[in-house]
């Protein structure tokens, strides 16, 4: 495969994973009828920052693709936790398990930070390009505890 079809197929991946995790929580959003933190940015900066991020990590994946940096680790936690990702938001709005959902969320933050270094190892861009998901992840996570709390 040539380069953009390399970089084309990384950023498609996550990309349409988020597009089609939205289209079936898209029924079951209650994050404007949820009590809140005063720091919770407004439902419509939610699809702007997942698309930067899946793109972001579409390229990182993508370096690690095109210098036939990835392994079969590489792979598997680059995969587990898209997977984990995905279920995130099917735990927390579809099931409205709150609780749960914090666990879940605690579980991908750890995967995101082994994924980095597992990147960063093999390609210091690749790592670092996944650095603003962890950032959003960990403050998905006080969100999400704050959401459970305030809606107990």
């Known amino acids: 495969m040539n380069r953009i079809g390399i970089y084309l197929k990384s950023i498609l991946i996550p990309v349409i994973t988020g597009g089609i995790i ?3 929580i898209s029924n079951f ?3 404007q009828t949820l ?3 005063n720091i919770a940015p407004p439902s419509t ?4 920052v997942w698309t930067i991020i899946y793109i972001l990590m579409g390229i ?3 370096i690690l693709e095109d210098k036939k940096l990835h392994d079969t680790k590489t792979r598997k936690i680059y995969y587990i936790q898209l997977v984990v990702n995905a279920l995130w938001s099917i735990i927390f709005f579809i099931l409205k398990w709150r609780l749960i959902a914090f ?3 605690i579980i991908l933050g750890i995967l995101i930070a082994v994924m980095i270094d597992e990147f960063y190892q093999k390609d210091k861009l690749a790592g670092i390009l996944q650095l603003p998901y962890l950032l ?3 403050f998905a996570s006080y969100l999400n505890l704050s959401i459970y709390l305030l809606n107990k």
């Open 29 to 31: 959003m209650d994050y």
């Open 45 to 48: 900066v939610f699809p702007i």
């Open 60 to 62: 990182s994946y993508g």
């Open 136 to 138: 959003w992840v960990i």
């Open 35 to 37: 009590q809140k933190p």
């Open 103 to 105: 666990l879940w969320i």
């Open 22 to 24: 939205a289209f079936l």
